[in-house]
T-cell receptor, first 112, second 114 residues
Framework: DQQVKQNSPSLSVQEGRISILNCDYT??????FLWYKKYPAEGPTFLISISSIKDKNEDGRFTVFLNKSAKHLSLHIVPSQPGDSAVYFC???????????FGTGTRLQVFP | EPEVTQTPSHQVTQMGQEVILRCVPISNHLYFYWYRQILGQKVEFLVS????????KSEIFDDQFSVERPDGSNFTLKIRSTKLEDSAMYFC????????????FGDGTRLSIL
């Protein structure tokens, strides 16, 4: 099931700089997109979401951009902090299903 | 902040034995879910539950699996006769609605089948 793809398994960013995590999807029925952060030995923690009627949603240092024509979304973290180091998952959902479809995750490392 | 809690954090079971994983969803949520993550693989959906019945299940969720909400707070996943390939992290989640609202996850139960 490759409906949601995160093609970069890892990303390394200096503290204070912008982190950009990318996600592509193939199912045009997806209407709702989410980003989760996961630390080792913990469950996914919800970060931010966006509905398909929008192209941008912002919450503090986190902004999600949605490009429906390209079936692409991205998460921007500005400024990046060492505590942001974690695995980030994008997930998608559509109105006719309960389930979230997850990507494989991108491991973000923020170094001083 | 309200959170989803799961017990136990780690369960070791002999193959063929029954196992019950427990979850306490966020108290005012109405939709409950189980997901699993096999080591090195994606988080994958197992089942959703609403109004005391299964609303959706994946092909993974076969007759060996069952879910129950035995009281007003707990939500359980039972695996009747465990197999080696059931070894995984099992995550419970809950949400206020089944769409356009985030699902909030617990910290998971690591299930190890010997």
């Amino acid at each position: 099931d490759q409906q949601v793809k995160q093609n970069s398994p890892s990303l390394s960013v200096q503290e204070g700089r912008i982190s950009i995590l990318n996600c592509d999807y193939t199912n045009s029925m997806f209407d709702y997109f989410l980003w989760y952060k996961k630390y080792p030995a913990e469950g996914p923690t919800f970060l931010i979401s966006i509905s398909s009627i929008k192209d941008k949603n912002e919450d503090g240092r986190f902004t999600v951009f949605l490009n429906k024509s390209a079936k692409h979304l991205s998460l921007h973290i500005v400024p990046s902090q060492p505590g942001d180091s974690a695995v980030y998952f994008c997930a998608a959902n559509s109105e006719n299903t309960d389930k979230l479809i997850f990507g494989t995750g991108t491991r973000l490392q923020v170094f001083p | 902040e309200p959170e989803v809690t799961q017990t136990p954090s780690h369960q070791v079971t002999q193959m063929g034995q029954e196992v019950i994983l427990r979850c306490v969803p966020i108290s005012n949520h109405l939709y409950f879910y189980w997901y699993r993550q096999i080591l090195g693989q994606k988080v994958e959906f197992l089942v959703s539950f609403y109004n005391n019945e299964i609303s959706e299940k994946s092909e993974i969720f076969d007759d060996q699996f069952s879910v129950e909400r035995p009281d007003g707070s707990n939500f359980t996943l039972k695996i009747r006769s465990t197999k080696l390939e059931d070894s995984a992290m099992y995550f419970c989640a809950s949400s206020g609605q089944n769409f356009n609202q985030p699902q909030h996850f617990g910290d998971g139960t690591r299930l190890s089948i010997l």
